[in-house]
């Protein structure tokens, strides 16, 4: 680790959730020998960020290989039937899809490699942003150091493959120059740090079992803790998640928004684009909902002033809808996922052999403990055992704010285990001689000006193929390209790997390589 000369760091924290990204920043002074920051954690928001979060949405260029627009500026174009098309949100959970058994629909949307890659996308961006509004656009020198949050379950299941990728993907986004000052911490750890910070550890039973709770977007974790009150130490007992999160309830109200319009569901099932537009206009409603239910301020999104709910299909029908739901409506349309949250709750304690009468504390942390049945059910359930602390849906970030540690190169050495090294000398030989070495982890061959490998020819689309290093091995996998994809003249199945050997022929359309 590099450590910025007159010791003085600034460190960004960033939490990329399914439907938020949160970017924290906080000032360190580096002794030599430790770092100890000197500032509370402070949310840093951009251009583009919706109050103190940037809506994870974002909106491809036409060709489909750049940005044209990120968080709240790409909500504003919904209603447009040609810009949605090139709309894409809620990708996180598809992350890691090609190695779950029976993947849930929500983490089908897209591909594991398709996910990566927005998140890549937005990621740049952000950085791009942070160097223009932060620092006049110049570079990002050794103060600056980046903390970046990642769900424990890509560590510790399938022999750490999607934290793997997850990694490179990352890195790929800052400059190489810095690449050793980026630094990923694992969720449960931010979980910790944030509840020590805001003193809340001190309130766990230290011969109970506490547990806490966190409802993401897409996720619901449950961490089961014993707290050592005279070493401050958290003893890990067992975690359980089940893909269940906020971002059900969206769907429930884009079916709920898709009936009061009365749009034929024919109609609907042939532009998924619209349907995409309803299940965002069903977060924001169900956001300011809870909000009023809860007794919280309203914030402003691309709803607020709307008397009217206007919705045109691609094949030019227009929808409207001027009733608003009301807040006991709501609640009422809730009730059967109220109750599907408490089963999840029942479900995991039984896994862990967690009777709720050896409960010390439950804590509750992210978004999706804003949903009224959700908190509700929680304060029936546990009644005075319950802590609910402000602004749950930040403690992450907040917590990995703090990471930066004497112990954090030890923890970085110990998670770099699990990244196997490189195979240098890949390489891929076209037809005319001129060499393309394969350094990176993740590149895409297309005609894109963009892309890593550049196909010059109209039979090859802006985004024909992706190669995947993965240790030593490459993997072809075609992005449902025009022409198709080769390996040997036989032809790959969208979407789905190939592994490669030295010696195989690659052709992308009419382009034609061969692997050394």
């Keep these: 680790m590099t450590m910025a000369r007159d010791g003085k760091i600034t460190l960004y924290a960033l939490d990329c959730g399914t439907v938020n990204w949160r970017l924290y920043r906080m000032e360190y002074h580096y002794d030599g020998a430790k770092a100890q920051h000197v500032t509370s954690p402070l949310s840093s928001p951009l251009a583009n960020f919706s109050d103190r979060k940037l809506p994870a949405v974002l909106t491809l260029t036409p060709d489909g290989t750049n940005l044209e627009d990120i968080g709240e500026t790409a909500l504003n174009f919904l209603e447009d039937t040609d810009v949605r ?5 809620f990708f996180k959970p598809s992350i890691g899809n090609h190695l779950v058994d029976n ?15 927005y998140t890549r996308l937005l990621l740049r961006k952000l950085i ?13 020198d ?3 150091h980046f903390s970046i949050a990642y769900p424990d379950r890509w560590r510790t299941e399938f022999d750490g493959k999607i934290f793997e990728d997850f990694y490179h993907v990352i890195l790929e986004c800052f400059p190489p120059s810095i690449a050793d000052r980026v630094h990923f911490v694992p969720e449960s750890e931010g979980v910790i740090l944030g509840l020590r910070d805001q003193s809340l550890l001190e309130r766990f039973h230290s011969e109970d079992i506490n547990l806490i709770i966190d409802v993401g977007g897409s996720n619901t974790t449950i961490y089961a803790r014993k707290y050592n009150a005279e070493t401050g130490a958290l003893i890990n007992i067992d975690r359980y998640e ?9 769907a429930l109200l884009a079916q709920h928004l898709s009936n009061e319009l009365k749009i ?35 914030i402003v999104t691309a709803l607020s002033g709307q008397q009217a709910l206007t919705l045109v299909m691609n094949n030019g029908q227009v929808f409207r809808q001027n009733k608003k739901l009301t807040p006991s409506e709501f609640a009422q349309l809730c009730l059967p996922l109220d109750q599907a949250f408490q089963d999840v709750l029942s479900r995991g304690l039984k896994e862990m052999e967690i009777d709720d009468n050896v409960i010390g504390r439950v804590i509750l942390l992210g978004g999706g403990t804003r949903v009224p049945g959700i908190l509700k059910g929680i304060e029936d359930r546990f009644g005075e055992k319950l802590i609910y602390p402000p602004n749950p849906e930040e403690m992450i970030v907040r917590g990995i704010g703090l990471a930066f ?60 193929a992706l190669i995947r290093l993965e240790g030593n091995a490459l993997t072809l996998i075609d992005l449902r390209s025009k022409n198709g994809t080769f390996v040997n003249d036989i032809q790959l199945t969208p979407n789905s790997g190939q592994h490669l050997r030295a010696g195989d022929e690659l052709r992308f359309g009419d382009q034609r390589f061969i692997l050394e």
């Design 103 to 117: 993947p849930s629909p929500h983490q089908l949307r897209y591909s594991h490699f398709k996910a990566l890659l």
């Design 405 to 464: 540690t004497a112990s954090l190169p030890e923890r970085e050495q110990e998670e770099k285990k699990f990244i196997p090294e490189k195979k240098t000398g890949w390489r891929l030989i076209r037809e005319n001689g001129k060499i393309e070495d394969v350094k990176k982890e993740i590149l895409i061959a297309g005609r894109s000006q963009q892309s890593d490998i550049l196909l010059d020819s109209k039979k090859c689309s802006r985004t024909h």
């Design 142 to 144: 050794d103060q600056i």
């Design 264 to 298: 034929p569901a024919r109609v609907l099932s042939g532009d998924p684009a619209a349907f995409m537009t309803l299940r965002i206009w069903g977060q924001l409603i169900k956001e300011s909902l809870s909000r009023e239910i809860l007794g919280e301020p309203e």
């Design 128 to 140: 791009e942003q942070i160097r223009e509004e932060k620092y006049n656009s110049g570079p990002l």
């Design 85 to 89: 098309t090139r709309v894409r949100e």
């Design 242 to 250: 089940e893909p269940f999160g906020g971002g059900l309830y969206d």
